[in-house]
Each structure stands twice: as C-alpha cells, then as structure tokens.
C-alpha cells in the first residue's frame, strides 16, 4: 500500500495531513492521526510523501520524483551503451583482414562472452565477403570453442569438415552429431513425406525413438539433431525431444519461414543472409506429392570477389533439379550470372 504503485494513497495522504495540520498540537500528532486513518505503517514513509509533494510543487528545494526515475533511466541506458560499445569493438576484429589476410578472431568471443556449451552447426558461405574464404569463417568460428569455461560442452557437427576440424581445440567435453558413424547423436535413415517433411529414428547412447519435424526440406534434420544433442545433454530424455521437435516451427522472419496459403501452396522464404550453401537446401524441398515446384533467386551478398562464380554455381545447380520454373529478381549482374 505504500510503495510507487499506489500514487492515490500518497496524494490523499499528503492533502489530509495539510488539511489537518492545524488540529492538532505538532507535525508529529498530524501525521499519526492520517497514519491511523489510512493504515500507512511507517511515519517516515509518510514524511518523504510530503518531502516530495513540496519538491515537486516548488516549496523545497531537490530533485522531484519524475527527475530521479529519469536519471535512473538514463544511467541504466548509459551502462547499456557503454556495454554495447564494449562488444562492438571488440566484434570489429572479426571482419579486419591483418597482413596475411586472415581475420584477427582470436580472443574476441573470449572478450564477449564465455560459453557453457559452444555449438557449431557448420562452416558455409555467409560473409564470405568479410572474411575471405571459408577457412577464414572456419577460424572465427574456432572462438565458439575456444571461448569454453571449464566444465563445457562443446556440440559440432560431424558431418561438417571444417567443424571436425575444431574436435582438437579444447580439452573440454565433445558431442557430435550427424546422419551416421561415428556420431553420438545421428539420425541413420532419413525420409520425407509428401509434403517434403523429414522423418528419421533418433539414435542416442541412452535410446532411439522415431521423430517426424514440421519444417519442408531435409536440411532441417540438421538443425533437430543440434537441438536434440543440446537438449540430451542438458537432461532431457530421447523421448522428451522427439515428442518436442514436432511442434518445433520456424521463428526468425525469413530464415526458412514457411507459410502455407488455404490453397495449399507452401512458401518458403529462406531470403535472410542467403548464400551459395544455404541454396542448395532448394534440392531437399522440391517436390512434394502432385506439387509444382517454383525457385525464386535473387542476388546474394557479402560474397566478395567471387560473386560471379558464387552466382554461377548455384544458377547451374537449380538448373539441374525437377523444377517447374525458376524465376530470378533484382541485380542485373547477378540475374545473368545465374
């Protein structure tokens, strides 16, 4: 009753102690009668009532309530640019080719943050521009682990070179994860309905079970079995993940956002930070049952010096799939070089 929730309180508080100041022999019997009457539990709360009411009419000089909650708001916001600041020089290293042309990477995840499980899914091609070349993504990417705290876990992808690679790179607890041998946690035998939906056994030291996911593409087996490793060593059971990753739907705009119209057509809008890797999930998800399947591309960014050949390639690879039509938008450069 007496806190900054209930402003009522205190205005009547103030008005009923001014009101009947005169009544009674001192400040002190005012305040206790209004005490009484109104059930405020402490005099002191009740005199800094008063002590603000006369700051912010003028009749004593200080700093008014309004002016302290602004102050407190603006000195939160200062320590958070301050912070942000701190993160964005030192996240700066990471796109500054040094002499040799690779990026100065190491120490900067350190100086951001230290993790408790570090998780690479795979090394591909977005800010190749930045960087230079996969090997150099690979080596930003090698901070992830490096940046363990003692006692983490580290979840790389098995069937990804670059990220066997970092297998060496800590001392700290590894599980893997892929379609086969010798992963900890893989999925041997993938299929897909008629909608393009994967479906797989989820094989663990502690169990299998079947898992059937929601997303269009097989390319989303992947990012489960992440999911599924994470969760397995953070205490969730086979059972536990597989009743979970059916239920799990895209939620960032455009990575993999799938919308389904009433007429049955499925979208997928993969157009955030796609890349030369990212496009051939194209192959994974068309066609469905009786569907046609159309290919919307458009330019790709941050790919540096060989954008043409990074245009190039992917242009030829959709050509090469049961497409019923491909359709390529913006960037007249770009557009031809498909």
Known sequence: MEGPACPELRKRAVRMVAEI????????????????????????????????DQIGTGQRPGTTTEEAAQVKALKKEIAELKRANEILKAASAFSRPSSTGHT?????????AESDISVVTNV????LGAFGSRANIGQAKDEIIEALQPGGLAVLNGDDAFAREMLNLTRERIVTYGRGEPATVRAPDVTVDGHRRPSYTLLTPDGSTRVTLQFIGEVHVYN?????????ETGLSAEEIAASLPATLPRSRRRMETTTRADGVAVVNDAYNANPHSLNAIASMARGCNQRAVAVLARMNELGEDAQKA???????????????IILVGGNDEAAWM
């Open 224 to 232: 489960s079995l992440t999911a599924a490793a994470v969760g397995r």
């Open 21 to 52: 100041r005169d009544d009674h022999p001192n400040e002190t019997a005012a305040l206790n009668a209004v005490m009484e009457k109104l059930g405020i539990g402490s005099r002191e709360t009740l005199r800094k009532w008063i002590r603000q």
């Open 311 to 325: 245009h190039e390639e992917p242009g030829r690879y959709a050509a090469g799939l049961d497409l019923d039509r």
């Open 124 to 127: 591909a091609t977005a800010h």
């Open 104 to 112: 100065r990477a190491r120490s900067v995840h350190r100086r951001i």
